[in-house]
């Protein structure tokens, strides 16, 4: 079992970025593939985006490609998601997700139900 912990959630206006980062407890880092999903109200949990324990395997859900930047620094223990051209679709409470892989460094997973330790949440509102 490893924590959780989100940041840099806010308020920004459309058109604008924010950077959200997750910090896992533990030294096993690099053994866990991570993830990034959301969920807006009144709306089911939706997958953003994944990593590979690597950092050398990504996916992103199709309404952020090309806006939203998954990356990882096992060297920190930290999780990041860079996202740019935000609009008020992407409002939601944003949640870091591991899943251990005994070191796999391609493994990904794009369910919720595939991983096992969840953040707290981070809330992002993208005002019009």
């Known amino acids: 079992q490893v924590r959780l912990v989100e940041s840099g959630g806010g308020l920004v206006q459309a058109g604008g970025s924010l950077r959200l980062s997750c910090a896992v407890s533990g030294r096993t880092f690099n053994s866990y593939a991570m993830g990034w999903f959301r969920q807006a109200p009144g709306k089911d949990r939706e997958f953003v985006a994944a990593?590979?324990?690597?950092?050398?395997?990504?996916f992103y859900a199709d309404p952020v490609k090309g806006r939203f930047t998954v990356s990882r620094d096992n060297a920190k223990n930290s999780l990041y998601l860079q996202m740019n051209s935000l609009n008020p679709e992407d409002t939601a409470v944003y949640s870091c997700?591991?899943?251990?892989?005994?070191?796999?460094?391609?493994?990904?997973?794009?369910?919720?139900?595939?991983?096992?330790?969840w953040g707290q949440g981070t809330q992002v509102t993208v005002s019009s």
């Open positions: 990593i590979s324990g690597s950092g050398g395997r990504l």
């Open positions: 997700a591991a899943r251990q892989t005994n070191y796999n460094p391609i493994a990904t997973f794009v369910e919720g139900d595939e991983y096992d330790n």
